[in-house]
């Protein structure tokens, strides 16, 4: 293919080579013609990059000849010779958009560097400009051509790749019979709790001061119901002196220690500010906890002195999750938890992950297995389906494919390959294509249509709220996680239960404010915990956890990436190839788990 460009005086980009490799035979033609008619009229070498592709692809040959007919596409990537941007100008508003970030930072600094129009020159016909060194045409045709090499060979990688993924179904011999097969999924997603397509973050200081109202509002709430009593405005409690038994509820600002060693923690509501004195000794009793955070909600009920400026507490009240039985359903049906699988890293487990699947497909070594195969019916999935690209500094080495298209098809292939009757639920996370900063929305348009054809998909945002065949759950990818092991001595990575169980008690998914975890102040807050969940799906620290706490099922699945180089200096050693799944007729008292290819009950 490249070859038909440089015959007709065209060089390509990486970016446009691997977007004209996509397109249909009969579209890459038209482009050709529509090229060679515009060479008639300029017959200058063209750079093709991602710019000028759209261009030619989505403007007509009248619009490109009148706006482009003097243009020097090679003075354009060679900055220093002159150029003519009057014209650029004219298409830059409609196609900014478009526009890649290396193209637009060299369509600037040009601009720059153009002081005056230059005067016409005469075209001649099949002749290298005169200002134009043959040396650095022969330099460039010779890059590109590598260049072209090296996508070439990463293409029949992934080609090669893909092959592989769609022969997995086909590869199982052994036909089971899927008990679930028979019966409808089930699942309600709760949009009023799902951001997607309502964000309202500029960044302002507004937006922070809405943000944090809403918090403490809704929460504030749940207390109020938690204990069946209104709060106290922190602004009239100086009317209460002597009083022992005064209730206020605030948005932790701030939390010291006196000289004496007992705890001083500053509350806000929405009026103004209170202190409130957690004594030494009932902390070290346990009738007080040690692990207040900033920014999360909660009440306090204590004594009033005469100065009427402080409240000596005698409880704290959080929002907790109510008590109560572990929920299960009558349908005799199994869940299996995901999260992590980092497809496009050189540490994703790409033996193990396909031995899940052909697990889903029948491929099965005992009755237990197959009794467990037959009857799943939901996968639940909590974030990092790719490795992403730009994540962190130096990523493009652990990639073996550093293109983000490319390992999201790589994973809607394997999607391809379960059985059409198992229902997949995805909630993105901070490794996925879309904003970092949560609550994150479903992914966007661009990487939903790489799983066009694929019905049994239902998308989630981050955090994600369902109900699945009349259980609630919970998934949230655990990005805030690494700020709870900072804070509360009790939370433990080799634990993750002991973290999530943390996040249920406030109430709230990332309790403190600019920790490692971004967070966008939108008007609402979304990362409230706003019903008590069945199933609390988590993952990101890629170690498998399981626990109950007040009824709430936990599950932190592990992770289909080994040990990377980040985890071993961390001290953080993965449970990779090890996938959570649950009986959602036995949610509270039976744990199981597919180890690699065996399956343990514990």
Same mark, same amino acid.
């Given at each position: ?21 996509? /397109?249909? +035979?009969? #579209? !890459? ?5 529509? $090229? =060679? ?5 300029? @017959? %200058?070498? &063209? ?105 070439? /060979?990463? +293409?029949? #990688? !992934? ?5 592989? $993924? =769609? ?5 199982? @011999? %052994?036909? &089971? ?105 009932? /902390? ?319």
């Amino acid at each position: 293919m490249i070859n038909d460009f440089l015959d007709i005086e065209v060089l390509l980009s990486p970016s446009s080579y691997n977007r004209i490799k996509k /397109i249909s +035979e009969n #579209e !890459r033609d038209n482009l050709i013609n529509k $090229i =060679k008619e515009f060479k008639d009229i300029n @017959n %200058k070498f &063209i750079l093709l990059d991602a710019h000028f592709l759209d261009i030619f692809l989505n403007h007509s040959l009248d619009e490109i000849k009148k706006n482009y007919g003097d243009f020097d596409f090679l003075a354009y990537y060679s900055p220093d010779a002159n150029l003519e941007t009057d014209n650029l100008n004219k298409f830059k508003n409609n196609t900014e958009e478009e526009i890649d970030a290396s193209a637009k930072n060299q369509i600037l600094e040009i601009e720059s560097k153009s002081e005056s129009k230059p005067e016409p020159k005469k075209e001649i016909k099949h002749q290298m400009p005169a200002n134009i060194d043959e040396d650095k045409i022969e330099e460039i045709l010779k890059s590109q051509s590598e260049e072209s090499e090296r996508l070439d /060979i990463l +293409e029949k #990688e !992934r080609e090669k790749r893909l092959t592989e $993924i =769609k022969s997995i179904r086909n590869s199982i @011999n %052994k036909r &089971i019979n899927y008990i679930s097969k028979d019966i409808e999924a089930k699942i309600k997603v709760y949009d009023e709790w799902d951001i997607s397509g309502k964000s309202t973050c500029e960044g302002t200081i507004d937006d922070f001061v809405k943000y944090f109202r809403d918090r403490y509002i809704k929460i504030k709430a749940m207390i109020e119901r938690k204990v069946s009593r209104k709060a106290y405005p922190l602004n009239k409690v100086y009317k209460l002196k002597k009083e022992s038994d005064v209730f206020v509820v605030g948005i932790v600002s701030d939390v010291s220690s006196t000289k004496k060693g007992h705890k001083r923690v500053e509350i806000e509501d929405e009026n103004t500010s209170f202190t409130v004195i957690m004594m030494k000794d009932k /902390i070290a009793s346990g009738d007080l906890p040690d692990d207040i955070l900033l920014d999360e909600v909660v009440g306090f009920s204590g004594f009033i002195p005469d100065s009427g400026n402080v409240m000596f507490a005698n409880e704290c009240i959080r929002p907790d999750i109510t008590p109560k039985k572990p929920r299960s359903i009558d349908e005799k049906i199994y869940t299996a938890f995901l999260s992590d699988i980092h497809v496009g890293s050189y540490e994703f487990l790409e033996k193990s992950f396909r031995k899940f699947i052909e697990f889903l497909n029948g491929n099965v070594n005992s009755g237990l297995e197959e009794k467990i195969a037959s009857r799943l019916k939901y996968i639940s999935i909590a974030g990092d389906l790719v490795d992403g690209v730009g994540i962190y500094p130096g990523q493009e080495y652990d990639l073996y494919d550093v293109d983000i298209i490319s390992q999201y098809k790589e994973i809607a292939t394997y999607f391809e390959q379960i059985p059409e009757h198992i229902h997949i639920i995805i909630s993105p996370g901070n490794h996925d294509a879309l904003r970092p900063a949560e609550p994150q929305p479903i992914f966007p348009e661009r990487i939903l249509k790489l799983f066009d054809g694929l019905d049994n998909i239902t998308f989630l945002s981050n955090p994600g709220f369902a109900n699945v065949h009349g259980l609630d759950f919970l998934l949230y990818h655990g990005r805030s996680f690494d700020d709870v092991i900072g804070q509360i001595s009790s939370a433990k990575y080799t634990d993750p239960t002991s973290i999530m169980k943390e996040l249920l008690k406030r109430r709230h998914l990332c309790p403190t404010y600019g920790g490692r975890c971004p967070i966008a102040p939108e008007h609402e807050d979304y990362l409230v915990i706003h019903n008590e969940p069945d199933i609390f799906h988590t993952g990101h620290i890629h170690i498998n956890g399981h626990g109950l706490y007040k009824g709430t099922v936990m599950v932190n699945s592990g992770t289909f990436q080994e040990q990377t180089d980040f985890q071993k200096k961390m001290g953080i050693h993965p449970t990779p190839a090890r996938i959570p799944i649950l009986d959602l007729s036995k949610t509270g008292n039976q744990y199981i788990e597919w180890n690699n290819g065996k399956i343990e009950v514990k």
